[in-house]
DNA sequence: TGAAATGTTGGGGCG
DNA sequence: ACGCCCCAACATTTC
């Protein structure tokens, strides 16, 4: 029986494996192996990332019955070392889209073809190749609408999940420079790395059931309580597909066949949809995570002055709906959809610094941190992404606030300074007289930051830096 | 996947 | 009864 090496990438899970079910099928013996790769990396891991890697590997590890081989270092060089070793001749894995993992991956299979190794790959975590779907005229969509509904509903239906391997057949093989997994050192010393994941239940088997119980509660009414932070109808599935311990082909059918309303199918169905629409511009447009889209963003007047940046990266900023947001990212490792957008908004045009301020912010606090999606989002909040929102749309915290978290209970949550603070006058505390303050333990300037900056003002600022690039040519 | 400014309409108070 | 004003409430436009 010959061995292959099964390489996990972003795909920490058994079921519904395509590199790996072809593996098993091709009456391979495996042999299991994750490669902590911070050599051939432009964008390494952020620290909240390492922590969820840990776990989902140490999950994937128990599944595999504590024969998963880790390595650290550069893939290429470990490759060719296991195959040489061990006189493998195969090698599995599921596609990667970032920039740099395009670039090495396609050396190693130069690499191999050389040496004779057989190289196979498949893809695992994407609906669509983002080579497959284009325009008439060939060029890449920029627009998702067209893109989605033209691009990928017209192309040929995802594929259907696979089930996990009928005989996955462990090599028996020990290398020598493998490590374990605590040997990769993902995990912090610091208490902030043990306190985030408490939220969270990580691995292929806890993403199954988080995205059954989605299926059963929270996708009905999706469409309109996905906008409201403090309700249960987000599926939170972002940091398992991110790592892949599920596949979005597993999202999408278990959503079409879901008894919920259609509208709120559709909806999360176009949720993925914007997933596969950031990978597809990353593909395109590799300089998506550092360069603006649209180039007249380049003469934008950001003010990079790191006066504010930490408020708003401690949740200091004395705007309740932004400050609870804040500190649940960072508390958590995840924050909803809806503040992403608000705080997003608050950094790149109240507070004018450039997209990738909070990007980088977000890079390490996120637990679903990802390349395509992070750049592809912050560039939209910016306005300088494909299909953005326009720079001229400035979110009011206030009103946001006001709409999205009427009775206060998302602030409360994360903000425990406002805990007595009634709904009516949570979302501007400022706004208490001096005896409310002291009524309720809240007096702003002592308890809780007075606002660090004025919305009404800074909107106008922001408008005038718009008006100053908008005659630029494209 | 906004917000604010501006425009329009229609009911009620009032002389 | 009528015109006038006020001002919500809603619609449209602008950034």
């Known amino acids: 029986m010959s061995t292959a090496i099964f390489w996990f990438r972003q795909d920490l899970r058994l079921q519904d494996n395509p590199a790996l079910y072809a593996a098993c099928h091709a009456g391979h013996d495996i042999l299991p192996i994750y490669i902590l790769d911070e050599e051939n990396c432009d964008w390494p891991m952020g620290g909240a990332s390492k922590v969820w890697l840990h776990h989902s590997l140490t999950h994937l590890n128990q599944k595999l019955g504590g024969r998963l081989q880790c390595f650290s270092g550069d893939a290429k060089a470990i490759l060719k070392t296991l195959c040489n070793t061990h006189d493998i001749k195969h090698i599995y894995w599921n596609r990667c889209y970032e920039p740099w993992r395009i670039k090495r991956d396609s050396a190693i299979k130069t690499l191999c073809t050389e040496q004779n190794i057989?190289?196979?790959?498949?893809?695992?975590?994407?609906?669509?190749?983002?080579?497959?779907?284009?325009?008439?005229?060939?060029?890449?969509?920029?627009?998702?609408?067209?893109?989605?509904?033209?691009?990928?509903?017209?192309?040929?239906?995802?594929?259907?999940?696979?089930?996990?391997?009928?005989?996955l057949n462990l090599a028996d093989l020990s290398?020598?420079?493998?490590?374990?997994?605590?040997?990769?050192?993902?995990?912090?010393?610091?208490?902030?790395?043990?306190?985030?994941?408490?939220?969270?239940?990580?691995?292929?088997?806890?993403?199954?059931?988080?995205?059954?119980?989605?299926?059963?509660?929270?996708?009905?009414?999706?469409?309109?309580?996905?906008?409201?932070?403090?309700?249960?109808?987000?599926?939170?599935?972002?940091?398992?597909?991110?790592?892949?311990?599920?596949?979005?082909?597993?999202?999408?059918?278990?959503?079409?066949?879901?008894?919920?309303?259609?509208?709120?199918?559709?909806c999360f169905k176009s949720e993925l949809g914007w997933r596969e629409f950031s990978y597809y511009l990353l593909y395109h447009f590799p300089e998506l995570p550092h360069k603006n889209f649209q180039d007249k963003f380049d003469a934008f007047p950001w003010h990079d002055d790191q006066e504010y940046l930490s408020a708003w990266q401690k949740?200091?900023?004395?705007?309740?709906?932004?400050?609870?947001?804040?500190?649940?990212?960072?508390?958590?490792?995840?924050?909803?959809?809806?503040?992403?957008?608000?705080?997003?908004?608050?950094?790149v045009k109240n507070l004018l610094y450039p997209w990738q301020a909070g990007e980088k912010w977000f890079w390490d606090c996120l637990f679903d941190a990802d390349l395509a999606s992070n750049s592809a989002s912050w560039q939209w909040v910016a306005g300088s992404g494909a299909d953005a929102a326009p720079y001229f749309r400035i979110f009011n915290p206030i009103t946001q606030s006001e709409k999205f978290d009427p009775d206060g209970q998302y602030i409360k949550k994360y903000v425990p300074e406002l805990k007595h603070v009634p709904a009516s006058l949570i979302h501007k505390p400022w706004d208490m007289t001096i005896s409310e303050q002291r009524m309720?333990?809240?007096?702003?300037?002592?308890?809780?930051?007075?606002?660090i900056i004025d919305v009404k003002e800074t909107r106008e600022r922001a408008l005038a830096a718009y008006s100053s690039i908008k005659q630029v040519q494209d």
């Open 440 to 451: 309720y333990n809240a007096v702003i300037g002592k308890d809780y930051p007075a606002p």
């Open 315 to 347: 949740g200091q900023t004395g705007y309740p709906i932004i400050d609870a947001a804040m500190r649940e990212l960072y508390q958590t490792g995840y924050m909803h959809n809806r503040p992403r957008m608000i705080v997003g908004s608050f950094l």
């Open 175 to 266: 290398p020598k420079n493998a490590l374990t997994i605590d040997a990769l050192s993902l995990c912090p010393t610091r208490s902030w790395g043990e306190e985030i994941i408490t939220d969270w239940k990580i691995g292929e088997d806890h993403a199954h059931a988080k995205l059954s119980d989605f299926m059963d509660g929270g996708l009905t009414n999706y469409k309109d309580g996905r906008n409201f932070p403090n309700k249960a109808n987000v599926s939170r599935l972002s940091p398992h597909l991110h790592f892949g311990e599920i596949s979005p082909n597993q999202a999408w059918y278990a959503a079409a066949q879901a008894s919920a309303p259609e509208q709120d199918v559709t």
């Open 118 to 167: 057989a190289c196979y790959s498949d893809n695992a975590s994407l609906l669509w190749e983002p080579w497959q779907v284009s325009k008439q005229d060939g060029t890449a969509y920029k627009v998702f609408t067209p893109y989605y509904k033209k691009g990928c509903l017209y192309a040929e239906a995802p594929r259907k999940p696979l089930p996990a391997p009928k005989h």
